[in-house]
């Protein structure tokens, strides 16, 4: 046992390490190979607009899509208490750009294992830059999701997880910077109506013409 022992880390010590690379580079070209790259969806819109629900619903009307739901509240609720207050003023800028790339390589590691993304985000001019320099290689679709202010108020009231005022706070810069591929407005279509008619857009592989007009001014800039 002893002297098979020896033979092995001999063999290790000698090019065991290609070895074992050798064996590891067929099954990631195998989960490449078996597994088109995926398709990220994103849904931008003012907290209180619908993104969620209109989600949820586009998952139940287009099973077959397969598509796995990324929110921007999913990654604030790993958050402390008070982490964007006053206090911490200073250091938004940086929880900002680390918030939103953590959720732009999320999205990009279930695209590249070939699965297809709705990204549910509110995307403020600097968080759109952080989009497209992050997810410049991948297959991106815009989704405007506007709700005029009111009707976002009234339902940012009844939610018990949703500061006053937040919506009309991110009114003016929500879509600043954003170019779209479709554009839905749930002020008084709900999302039962709006889900079937995103679905039977996604359905017809749309090509992903605001992502690349927004990456080659970018470029160009």
Same mark, same amino acid.
């Given at each position: 046992?002893? #002297?098979?022992?020896? %033979?092995?880390?001999?063999? @290790? ?17 195998? $989960?490449?190979?078996? %597994?088109?790259?995926?398709?990220? $969806?994103?849904?931008? /819109?003012?907290?209180?607009? /619908? ?22 509240? $999913? ?14 003023? #200073? ?25 297809? +993304?709705?990204?549910? %985000? +509110? ?7 952080? =989009? ?5 290689? @991948? ?5 405007? +999701? ?18 006053? /005022? ?17 554009? $839905? ?9 709006? /889900? ?17 007009? =927004?990456?080659?001014?970018? #470029?160009?800039?």
């Amino acid at each position: 046992m002893q #002297n098979c022992l020896t %033979h092995l880390l001999s063999d @290790y010590s000698h090019g065991g390490i290609e070895l074992l690379h050798s064996l590891v580079r067929p099954h990631r070209t195998t $989960v490449s190979a078996l %597994h088109r790259q995926g398709t990220l $969806v994103v849904l931008n /819109g003012t907290s209180s607009s /619908g993104k969620t629900s209109l989600a949820v619903e586009l998952q139940r009307v287009a099973p077959e899509l397969q598509l796995l739901h990324l929110q921007l509240d $999913v990654f604030r609720a790993m958050e402390p208490p008070g982490c964007w207050s006053a206090d911490y003023r #200073n250091q938004a800028p940086l929880r900002l750009e680390a918030l939103c790339r953590a959720m732009n390589k999320a999205a990009s590691e279930f695209a590249r294992c070939g699965q297809n +993304v709705l990204v549910d %985000h +509110v995307l403020s001019p600097a968080a759109c830059r952080y =989009m497209l320099e992050d997810l410049d290689r @991948y297959r991106v679709l815009l989704v405007k +999701v506007e709700c005029g202010i009111e009707e976002a108020e009234r339902r940012e009231a009844l939610r018990k997880d949703r500061k006053s /005022g937040l919506a009309r706070s991110q009114l003016a810069s929500v879509h600043a910077a954003c170019s779209y591929d479709f554009e $839905v407005d749930t002020t008084s279509r709900s999302a039962s109506e709006l /889900g079937p008619l995103l679905a039977d857009w996604l359905r017809g592989s749309p090509e992903p013409e605001a992502h690349i007009r =927004m990456q080659r001014s970018r #470029n160009a800039a």
